[in-house]
T-cell receptor
Framework: EADIYQTPRYLVIGTGKKITLECSQT?????MYWYQQDPGMELHLIHY???????EKGDLSSESTVSRIRTEHFPLTLESARPSHTSQYLC???????????FGQGTRLTVV | QKEVEQNSGPLSVPEGAIASLNCTYS??????FFWYRQYSGKSPELIMS????GDKEDGRFTAQLNKASQYVSLLIRDSQPSDSATYLC?????????FGSGTKLNVKP
């Protein structure tokens, strides 16, 4: 069973606020990912990391930033939230090369 | 060209029938392939992984891989209403995961 946790599950916040979405995993996985998904739409990779101090942008341009200071922790930050950031954000992690990824429960963000 | 292509559906099958879901991928060097199930409003959960050509069975699920044709499929036998969900095909290329847009499956009682 995958142990990957995201907080908060739901967040409603005003325009212009700074927010950080938390993602932690207890499996010791090196690889972690952030995806953005609008309702009924496909998953888009926005950030990924192959290990501590390694972060890369994904295929979908995003105004968010990430950090990877510890193996188990991969937070995502929006410096100034806008209504266009309203979406579901999914964090995932993976272990060995080319193996599966496991997802957290997601954070549903609404910016008003 | 998208990395992973899937028919968006919806695919409707009666309860007890076999549901067949298909996926093609563009990168010939892809090594690992996965099927995820996603219920509305939930996060994807892994159903099957497959790494070599041929079939892999797990309970009511069978994944099929044909690397020459760059084709992956998922068969669900004895489909149940609880199988109604969106099924995502995923490809892992050197640790970057690419997902298809998903096929919505409806199993009618």
């Amino acid at each position: 069973e995958a142990d990957i946790y995201q907080t908060p599950r739901y967040l409603v916040i005003g325009t212009g606020k700074k927010i950080t979405l938390e993602c932690s995993q207890t499996m010791g996985h090196d690889k972690m990912y952030w995806y953005q998904q609008d309702p009924g739409m496909e998953l888009h990779l926005i950030h990924y990391s192959y290990g501590v101090n390694s972060t890369e942008k994904g295929d979908l341009s995003s105004e968010s930033t990430v950090s990877r200071i510890r193996t188990e922790h991969f937070p995502l930050t929006l410096e100034s939230a806008r209504p266009s950031h309203t979406s579901q954000y999914l964090c995932a992690s993976g272990g060995q090369v080319n193996t599966e990824a496991f997802f957290g429960q997601g954070t549903r963000l609404t910016v008003v | 060209q998208k990395e992973v292509e899937q028919n968006s559906g919806p695919l409707s099958v009666p309860e007890g029938a076999i549901a067949s879901l298909n996926c093609t991928y563009s990168d010939r060097v892809s090594q690992s392939f996965f099927w995820y199930r996603q219920y509305s409003g939930k996060s994807p959960e892994l159903i099957m992984s497959i790494y070599s050509n041929g079939d892999k069975e797990d309970g009511r699920f069978t994944a099929q891989l044909n690397k020459a044709s760059q084709y992956v499929s998922l068969l669900i036998r004895d489909s149940q209403p609880s199988d109604s969900a969106t099924y995502l095909c995923a490809v892992n290329n050197f640790n970057k995961f690419y997902f298809g847009s998903g096929t919505k499956l409806n199993v009618k009682p």
